[in-house]
């Protein structure tokens, strides 16, 4: 059985367990086995009180409605646990990535209420994996923007004006300049001050470009919403092909991104 299948299982059952029914049997199971002297006949009542949670959450099992609301209380129980968690990630980032992040957060959820709510299960189920995609892309554009948000903390302590003073100073001190020994020393300050240059310029072009993607996601989500609602108006026998059509736009998008983070990193280590 896969491992999703297996995990929905262990919920709907957990559910069934945690239900008034289930922990009152036990409990007046328990209570028997207690207050009785007669300690086989104690131990049959708590077996007999086990026994019937085993039918009653076998049983529900079997019941699709059931099954379909746990399932629904899970994601829910979720997605405020993870919001919750996100949302002190968010705040610490700074201004602009902060605004398109909770504007991919604000379309995410709207997809995900938008596929959930669907009126044709059959669409609901289908859609689920590119719920999933759009989950997995929010966290690759929140760890995006924390990256940014380091970068922008060197960039603000930084006065790029003061490095080129300080370039254009050393390379006229060394035009002047005839004694070797002091031309070398000099050469060595200047090489490092072109090297600093050349790292803020990477890393300024980097938290550029991480912007640039940021906003890319926000406008291919806010397109994928506006699919998502033509997707559940049309025919049954064609929102399949759509819905693949999502996962694949879905999927390029998070290469892009992998293509992204990819060339950030190399930029940053060669001129680290």
């Known amino acids: 059985m896969p491992h999703s299948k297996w995990r929905n299982l262990v919920v709907v059952a957990k559910r069934a367990l945690m239900a008034p029914f289930s922990l009152g ?66 705040e610490e980032l700074e201004v602009e990535s902060r605004i398109k992040i909770k504007s991919i957060v604000k379309l995410q959820n709207e997809i995900a209420d938008d596929v959930v709510n669907s009126p044709i299960d059959e669409v609901a189920v289908g859609l689920a994996d590119t719920v999933t995609q759009t989950e997995h892309l929010i966290e690759r554009a929140l760890s995006m923007a924390q990256k940014r948000r380091e970068l922008q903390q060197y960039l603000n302590r930084t006065d790029d004006t003061a490095i080129e003073s300080r370039i254009e ?90 293509t992204l983070e990819q060339s950030i990193n190399e930029a940053l280590n060669s001129e680290g």
């Open 25 to 90: 049997l036990l409990a007046y199971g328990v209570l028997w086995a207690l207050l009785l002297h007669d300690g086989v006949v104690g131990i049959l009542g708590l077996g007999g009180a086990l026994m019937a949670v085993a039918i009653y959450v076998l049983i529900k099992l079997q019941d699709e409605s059931y099954i379909r609301d746990a399932l629904r209380d899970a994601r829910e129980h979720e997605r405020r646990t993870q919001a919750f968690k996100r949302g002190f990630r968010i």
């Open 169 to 258: 100073s050393l390379s006229e001190k060394l035009a002047e300049q005839t004694d070797p020994q002091q031309r070398a020393e000099i050469e060595i300050s200047l090489v490092a001050k072109q090297q600093e240059r050349d790292d803020y310029q990477a890393i300024e072009q980097s938290a550029g470009r991480i912007l640039r993607q940021l906003d890319g996601i926000e406008c291919s989500f806010a397109s994928l919403r506006a699919r998502l609602v033509r997707i559940k108006s049309t025919d049954i026998s064609e929102w399949a092909a759509a819905n693949e059509e999502l996962k694949t736009e879905l999927g390029g998008l998070s290469s892009s991104v992998d």
